[in-house]
């Protein structure tokens, strides 16, 4: 039997807020991606967020992210939406599009003898992507949940979905990620 | 700030910290490759009676990556840049740049690695520098080489006037994955262990293949910044010919092609450090690539072009499907430091 987790990425209070194209993108899939991450908890699938955060030697926490300061770590516009938080979820620090460099997921995966992922959040084109990509890589089965994920562009989330379903990942809705996972 | 694990301004001021660097840390780690004497010029004998030089600038970031390192880089690019013309390396020079705070750690390892690679490519160290900057003034560390090698007194330089009509073009590797092995490496994209950087000295199959088919092989170019897309249109614009390339022969691996399109990258216009393009006779090209296919570095080489007569000059992709389209030089891409 299958033992998924869900991955959201970059669900954050600066990365959501970047500008108003960005907020408005959000908007589209945010309450899509919450009734999920709701279902998904019921049927106790573990939900892990992917947190973008630097360390302060790292060059990229000098530039500003949009109108908020540098993502340094422990920073406000760090911080995960809250409306996305349950005290349940796991939460991982990353400095890089790929949830899996240079941090515990994998090890965090293999505890929990997770199989196969389901991927959501932004930005479809990056993070979301080169997550998927990187789990593929190592062996994960990978679904993209197509109603939780989102860009400032629609147009690079459409290709970033064309991508991914050729290269890695099985691009499935919400209804039909909830058909697959009660068999 | 302790001198003893971390680079400070007084490690480039000349005195007794820039002497105990160097006794300490740099010439020792050099050795084995190189001959000069502390003084302020390297000298050397000269081996026949036409050399070739070069000079390059290494600024890539990360200075460390899943296969090489910034030093590693430097040798092999110095290298290639010369054994491409023909002439056997055969004496570099290298100035480092360091950001004072840089651990003496790491410059250990990255002089490591140039001795390593040095000793590969027989190619030794005459003369050096070593200058400290303050903090943010550099990324970390830069390197500067120059390179001399010198030809055979009977041997003439491989020239883009020796290009002819119906030559073939060779690449020897797979296009590209210097460049994606980086850029993943810097922005954690999942490929930095399926697609690795193809840096590497090529001087010895170069001058292998040189001998088996001396003036059958007409040109070489190392295949760097710009990628096969950019040195092929400023081959065909100095040569009056069209380069035709077939994409279904182009040697790439899938991971690459994968990358690439989930960048919006064309494949075409990324580096590699350890890639050739040789235009050669037709008659010898398959013997060529059979040779090639022998060596690690270019086991992967494939006949994948031709140079053509037409009304205009240009650089043109067979594509998959027969369709034949333009490739042209870009712009500007943000693909910086690479190398």
Redesign the interface.
């Known amino acids: 039997m299958k033992k998924y987790a869900v991955l959201t990425s970059n669900m954050q209070v600066a990365p959501a807020n970047k500008h108003e194209a960005r907020r408005e993108s959000v908007k589209k899939f945010l309450p899509s991606l919450i009734d999920f991450l709701g279902v998904m908890r019921q049927k106790e699938i573990p939900v892990i967020h992917l947190q973008l955060a630097y360390d302060e030697s790292d060059?990229r926490s000098k530039k500003p992210f949009g109108c908020y300061p540098p993502l340094v770590r422990g920073s406000d516009g760090v911080k995960l939406l809250p409306e996305m938080l349950q005290p349940n979820d796991i939460v991982i620090e990353?400095?890089?599009?790929?949830g899996?460099?240079?941090t515990d997921l994998d090890r965090v995966l293999k505890n929990l003898k997770v199989d196969s992922l389901i991927v959501t959040g932004m930005q479809a084109?990056s993070c979301v992507?080169?997550?998927a990509?990187?789990?593929f890589?190592r062996g994960y089965e990978v679904i993209v949940n197509c109603n939780a994920i989102g860009s400032t562009r629609d147009e690079d989330t459409e290709?970033?979905i064309k991508?991914m379903r050729?290269?890695?990942a099985s691009v499935l809705e919400s209804n039909e990620i909830y058909s697959l996972i009660n068999g | 700030m302790s001198s003893d694990y971390m680079i400070v301004e007084d490690h480039g001021t000349g005195g007794l910290l820039s002497k105990r660097l160097l006794d300490d840390v740099i010439v020792p780690k050099l050795k084995p490759v190189y001959l000069g004497k502390m003084e302020d010029s390297g000298i050397a004998p000269v081996l026949g009676n036409t050399l070739a030089m070069t000079t390059d600038s290494f600024v890539i970031d990360p200075i460390f990556f899943g296969n090489g390192d910034i030093g590693k880089l430097a040798i092999c690019g110095t290298v290639n840049d010369l054994a491409v013309s023909g002439a056997t390396p055969k004496y570099l020079t290298l100035a480092f740049i360091l950001e004072e705070g840089f651990l003496i750690s790491e410059l250990s390892r990255i002089l490591d690695s140039i001795c390593k690679e040095a000793q590969e490519a027989n190619v030794y160290i005459l003369a050096g520098d070593t200058k400290v900057v303050g903090k943010g003034d550099v990324d970390k560390i830069y390197i500067n080489t120059a390179g001399v090698g010198f030809f055979a007194p009977d041997q003439a330089p491989l020239s883009l006037s020796k290009i002819n009509k119906d030559d073939h073009l060779i690449i020897t590797g797979h296009v590209g994955n210097h460049g994606i092995h980086i850029l993943s490496f810097r922005d954690g994209l999942g490929f930095e262990t399926k697609v690795l950087s193809d840096c590497a000295p090529l001087n010895k199959v170069i001058q292998d293949v040189l001998s088996e088919f001396g003036e059958g092989i007409h040109y070489m170019r190392d295949i760097t910044r710009g990628g096969v897309g950019c040195i092929l249109n400023e081959i065909a614009a100095e040569i009056g010919f069209s380069i035709y390339l077939n994409e279904s022969s182009i040697p790439m691996q899938q991971e690459t092609v994968m990358a690439a399109e989930m960048l919006g990258i064309d494949p075409l216009y990324l580096a590699n450090e350890g890639n050739l393009a040789i235009f050669c006779s037709p008659d010898i090209s398959e013997k060529l690539v059979a040779l090639l296919s022998q060596y690690d570095y270019t086991q992967n080489a494939s006949v994948c072009g031709s140079v053509q007569a037409t009304e205009t000059t240009g650089t043109f992709l067979v594509t998959k499907e027969g369709s034949t389209r333009i490739i042209n030089s870009f712009e500007g891409m943000q693909l910086a430091r690479l190398c």
């Open positions: 060059s990353k400095s890089r599009d790929s899996f460099f240079n084109y992507q080169f997550t990509v990187d789990a890589f290709k970033a991508t050729k290269y890695c």
